[in-house]
T-cell receptor, first 113, second 112 residues
């Protein structure tokens, strides 16, 4: 399976600031996704990161709040903009491999004060 | 996103017992049903997955049972061990490479 890393692993941020989370995969993948997992909750898809084009956002998530970049087939970033305490969550990237399975990164634990 | 309902929310099982977690889905277009295991502080790890062309899939102590007509699927953990204590998520998608819709999760505790 793909080896997925995320940076940072955790961060504590002040209200109103922005944080960019990086997702790096050790092999080229077609599909990359970003999920949010609020404390004690399940995972919710934020968007599909498309290589070379704009991300596809799910209902309730907008590009101004969660801009995403996907410059190549092994890397993506998610920015959480103008943060509030309600953004405190674990943010996870996942990738789909040729074996038709999705694998998740270790996650970025964000706390907004 | 179509909903996937998971039960129970929490489960306590004695070591050696069978853990059973159930999921039900609504969207008949779903054709890929994975289960993920998540330990605290870690990302979800794929445990086992099934497609609707089979009614059961077994990998070691883990078995998925699938009932297409009832739109339900379940995870059975045989001979449960304390190391199995984790949160389990069922999920569904229209195909394996597409976005996953997750159930609410089940927190499993296996008592020694």
């Amino acid at each position: 399976s793909a080896v997925i890393s995320q940076k940072p692993s955790r961060d504590i941020c002040q209200r109103g600031t922005s944080l960019t989370i990086q997702c790096q995969v050790d092999s080229q993948v077609t599909m990359m996704f970003w999920y949010r997992q609020q404390p004690g909750q399940s995972l919710t898809l934020i968007a599909t990161a498309n290589q070379g084009s704009e991300a596809t956002y799910e209902s309730g998530f907008v590009i101004d709040k969660f801009p995403i970049s996907r410059p190549n087939l092994t890397f993506s970033t998610l920015t959480v903009s103008n943060m509030s305490p309600e953004d405190s969550s674990i943010y996870l990237c996942s990738v789909e491999q040729s074996t038709d399975t999705q694998y998740f990164g270790p996650g970025t634990r964000l706390t907004v004060l | 996103q179509q909903q996937v309902k998971q039960s129970p929310q929490s489960l306590i099982v004695q070591k050696g017992g069978i853990s059973i977690i159930n999921c039900a889905y609504e969207n008949t277009a779903f054709d890929y049903f994975p289960w993920y295991q998540q330990f605290p502080g870690k990302g979800p790890a794929l445990l086992i997955a099934i497609r609707p062309d089979v009614s059961e899939k077994k990998e070691g102590r883990f078995t998925i049972s699938f009932n297409k007509s009832a739109k339900q699927f379940s995870l059975h953990i045989m001979d449960s061990q304390p190391g199995d204590s984790a949160t389990y998520f069922c999920a569904a998608s229209r195909n394996a490479g597409n976005m996953l819709t997750f159930g609410g999760g089940t927190r499993l505790m296996v008592k020694p």
